[in-house]
């Protein structure tokens, strides 16, 4: 995996997947216990930044720091690509100074772009397609509080046309979990997306459920997600969406399908009220906060693996 682009998760095998989740349990552990982990010691990475984060970022420099390397943050006032230099002048330009490069932006076609004329590894730290950094962590999180992957039911409720919901079905996927999406009409998964995780749900065994019934969808998870309602771009819509996706909302009585053990997962910023309760995110069932840190620990696996 040394050189390779994390772009997302169909361009991964299943061993891969797990490498990196096996990798980030032990870069945790050494954090935890204290041990100096140095393996990117003179590594640096470039971080564009087209749209704003708090974990991304704050994980990606830490992470960077605890492995011995460093991280530039460059906004889009920062760089000349706010100026109209093109995609590929600004890949071949910093893939001259930097040994990796993070992107967090709209168009998922802009970060393909980037890595083909780059010739440093280009990590999608967040695109309108995709989020597999985050999905990444996710997994983790799973791993952690279940014990395994496969076998298990995720179900994921909102927006199925968003980049989370994208993500976790690549991943599930890839590794073996069943997982079911509710989402309103109009707001369904991309389409080529659902096909893809078809054929690799297919070869691990998994089965995808898509729909718009939310009840249907939750019966029996062990694993719940949502996301926000009105993502970074669409405030436009917010009116239109919160009309929506009113019968969306995971809250106690929709997670009475779940199981009795089932973990709630959300990536943040969240609100509350909207897409989930105070009483589900802030509950028992919430690991929420242990999924945020595991930002830092799966990351920091991707940069190990890609560049040590």
């Not at 893809?196 to 729909?211: D, F, P, R, V």
């Not at 009795?260 to 969240?270: E, Q, R, V, W």
Request: net charge negative; glycine share 6%.
């Amino acid at each position: 995996m040394i050189g390779k682009d994390f772009l997302q998760f169909s361009s991964f095998q299943t061993e891969e997947i797990l490498y990196l989740l096996d990798e980030a349990i032990q870069l945790k552990k050494y954090q935890k216990q204290g041990k100096p982990h140095p393996f990117l010691s003179g590594i640096v990475l470039g971080m564009i930044f087209e749209k704003s984060s708090t974990r991304t970022r704050v994980s990606f420099e830490v992470g960077m720091l605890q492995l011995g390397g460093h991280a530039i943050f460059l906004s889009s006032k920062d760089i000349q690509l706010g100026r109209g230099e093109s995609i590929s002048d600004t890949a071949k330009v910093l893939s001259r100074y930097v040994d990796c490069l993070m992107i967090r932006t709209f168009s998922h076609q802009s970060i393909e772009e980037f890595a083909h004329h780059s010739t440093v590894p280009v990590i999608n730290g967040l695109t309108d397609l995709q989020h597999p950094t985050q999905v990444l962590a996710d997994l983790l999180t799973i791993l952690e509080h279940k014990g395994k992957l496969a076998g298990l039911k995720l179900c994921y409720v909102g927006d199925g046309n968003n980049n989370m919901a994208h993500s976790l079905m690549e991943a599930a996927a890839k590794v073996g979990m069943d997982i079911s999406i509710a989402s309103p009409e109009g707001y369904m998964p991309n389409q080529e997306i659902i096909e893809n995780a078809k054929e690799m749900a297919k070869q691990s065994g998994s089965k995808l459920m898509i729909t718009n019934n939310p009840q249907l969808a939750m019966k029996n998870a062990d694993v719940v997600v949502t996301d926000v309602w009105t993502s970074m771009g669409q405030e436009e819509e917010q009116e239109k969406r919160l009309e929506a996706f009113q019968s969306f909302q995971v809250n106690k009585e929709l997670c009475q399908h779940a199981k009795s053990d089932f973990i709630f997962l959300h990536c943040l910023p969240a609100h509350r009220g909207e897409e989930v309760t105070a009483e589900i995110i802030d509950g028992p069932h919430s690991v929420v906060f242990d999924e945020a840190e595991n930002r830092l620990h799966a990351q920091k696996a991707i940069l190990k693996v890609l560049l040590s």
